[in-house]
């Protein structure tokens, strides 16, 4: 077959004693990321997209990827062990896997969770390998007006997936497109919405964007919202799982995959949906319900497993079609395009071999962090030690910091700090911060695509509705905001009815 | 309030090198538990800028939460159990946090990186409740300066000098 032997020369090169080194960097990294609450991996590669400027692309975009592998298995650590939860896709495993550690089980926890994460990324990147080079035969026949109904796809599913609430996430979504508008329009040459700002002609640079959101908005939120006391669990018993503990995670762990994958695999967001779909499976399917709510090792195994999966599958439509599905994804194309690399169909033929290594190195990230996280976890444990003040001026510093290094000026500075200001209205009125990203970096792609179409059929907009498979994604994507809000009136028909 | 939690976390876990540190009576200057807790300080700068190669060696303080007892409160609390700097309502703390940020802008082209970098530093942590003054200052200005330097040797960009531009 011709991807294997493309994925063994991927191997080949993924193995240079460079591109470890970069893997390695970047699981490291993800890793500490992951584990430290207040910093994820998408504000992590957003401060490092000023690398691309110095670095090689094989080497930055394999470091990229580590970051976002390591930030899933790093997550878990911090839900497992600290009694405030950090990221969203690992709330769930902080359900049963703080309660195991406080019960004294926290040593299996971390296992059952690093060793799911390994054998679900694993598998999972296994799966991208597969299904990568399919979805790039299906893609190679669309053209703009299928690209376009696409995008429209992913920021719908986006926006009701990543939110509270169907609404806010649109909001997210459409604040994420406008500012990503911002700037000097290429074909017509006229400024939009740069409010006579002579700094704002060039646009909002992402970094920029995703540090205030993240960074600035994050923290202020946090002070705002007064002190809240976190706790560690000290880890006791094994490193290693007991027969019986691996007994009882290894169908979770599969079934974890199998929910994670497809999922993230589709032109369609969220670690979140897997996590929870498995959850409730694992709930459902225990010999041990008695178990759930005070620490049982399938409510870890299985959302952890469906967390790494999806994280996997992720990069499937980012790869393929250049479709991010999630924040940290669409950082991560912010850092082809610094390259002039636009993923999708072309990419597997025009750098075929920058895609291979990728892939390849995915491989080896997931060894390097189930050995980072397994006889290591004690490091990362340490981590979480740091105190919230250092750390939240730490932040501050490199957040600053990464406005200089994308040659940033004062104003600048102050652009970030408004933007900062709007991160945290976002996150007083609930309004998600993902799909505002998503929007950011794939609203413009979205007008080009819109704008191609409409080249073609000059000015006609039938031509977006023109194929069936168009329609069927207009169909997908009104399903996707209409449903819930649907969905939740039935319920509440049904339950108004029976009281 | 704070301190007489601190008292309590503290004396239930009157173990571990790092479980006795955070007993906060008045009476300590805080000069002899100072060893350990260097440690875990050095362990927050250098950890938000080298990964955690220096977690492995910054970190002597916190050893001792991998092998502590059964405790009735399982929990090692993050951080100092020492009154901050700044005892105010979040409101005040957010409006320390935005007037670093803006120091910082209005510094960094006049009074050089490094001074901005670290008034931001202590601005950001006092605001969010950080004990000992002069700790934080020193703990910044080691940032500041490793900072300045990754950035001028290692990526070859220029951050403004002291003194300004």
Known sequence: ?499 | MLLALGVVLGSVSLRGRHGAAPVATPADGGESLDVGRRGAGADGTGEVDAGPDSGVNGDAGASGVLDTPETSEPGVPVGEDRPPVLRARPAVRVAVFVAGLVAHALLANTAGYVVAALVLFVAVAIAFGAPRLLRTVLIGLVLALVVFYAFRLGLGLALPDLGGR
Not at chain 1, 219 to 242: C, D, F, H, N, Y
Not at chain 1, 290 to 302: D, P, R, S, W
């Open chain 1, 1 to 499: 077959m011709d991807g294997f032997a493309e994925l063994m020369a991927g191997f080949g090169a993924a193995l240079s004693p460079e591109n470890l080194l970069f893997a390695l960097i970047g699981v490291v990294l993800g890793t500490a990321v992951g584990v430290l609450p207040g910093i994820g991996p998408a504000l992590t590669v957003a401060l490092l997209l000023p690398l691309t400027f110095k670095l090689e692309a094989t080497s930055s975009l394999i470091m990229f990827a580590g970051i976002y592998y390591g930030g899933m298995y790093g997550g878990s650590t911090t839900s497992i062990l600290l009694n405030t939860p950090g990221e969203s896709a690992s709330i769930i495993s902080a359900l049963e896997g703080n309660k195991m550690a406080r019960a004294g089980r926290g040593a299996a926890a971390l296992a059952t969770a690093a060793i799911g994460s390994f054998v679900a990324g694993t598998i999972a990147t296994v799966g991208l390998s597969f299904v990568a080079p399919f979805m790039v035969d299906v893609a190679l026949s669309f053209g703009p007006p299928e690209y376009f109904a696409l995008m429209i796809v992913a920021f719908t599913t986006v926006a009701a997936v990543l939110g509270s609430s169907v609404l806010r996430g649109l909001v997210g979504l459409v604040i994420g497109v406008t500012v990503g508008l911002v700037g000097i329009d290429v074909q017509s040459g006229q400024a939009r919405l740069t409010l006579g700002v002579p700094q704002l002609l060039d646009g909002v640079d992402v970094v920029i964007v995703v540090v205030g959101l993240f960074a600035i908005g994050e923290a202020i939120a946090v002070l705002s919202s007064g002190e809240r006391r976190s706790t560690v669990t000290p880890v006791k018993g094994s490193r290693w799982l007991s027969r019986v503990d691996l007994r009882r995670s290894w169908r979770p762990w599969l079934r974890g995959t199998a929910l994670g994958f497809p999922i993230g695999a589709l032109p369609a967001g969220g670690a979140e949906i897997p996590t929870f779909l498995s959850y409730s499976a694992e709930k459902r399917l225990t010999k041990h319900p008695e178990e759930f709510g005070h620490g049982a090792i399938e409510g870890v195994a299985g959302p952890e497993a469906a967390n790494n999966a999806s994280a996997a599958g992720v990069l499937v439509p980012l790869l393929a079609l250049g479709l991010p599905t999630s924040a940290t994804a669409a950082v991560i194309l912010a850092g082809f395009q610094n390259y002039g690399i636009q993923p999708g169909p072309l990419l597997f033929s025009s750098n075929d071999a920058l895609v291979w290594t990728l892939i390849a190195s995915l491989y080896i990230g997931n060894v390097l962090l189930l050995v980072l996280n397994l006889p290591l976890v004690g490091i990362w444990v340490r981590l979480l030690q740091i105190p919230p003040y250092y750390l939240y001026a730490g932040i501050a510093v490199f957040a600053t910091l990464g406005t200089y290094a994308i040659g940033g000026s004062t104003v600048d500075l102050f652009i970030l700090y408004v933007i900062g200001a709007l991160g945290f209205l976002l996150r007083l009125t609930d309004v998600p911060v993902a799909p505002a990203v998503v929007g950011l970096i794939l609203g413009p792609l979205a007008e080009e695509q819109l704008r191609r179409s409409l080249a073609i059929s000059q000015g006609d907009l039938g031509v977006l509705v023109s194929t069936p498979l168009c329609i069927g994604l207009y169909v997908v994507a009104a399903a996707a905001v209409l449903l819930p809000p649907v969905a939740r009136l039935v319920a509440s028909r049904r339950a108004a009815r029976a009281a």
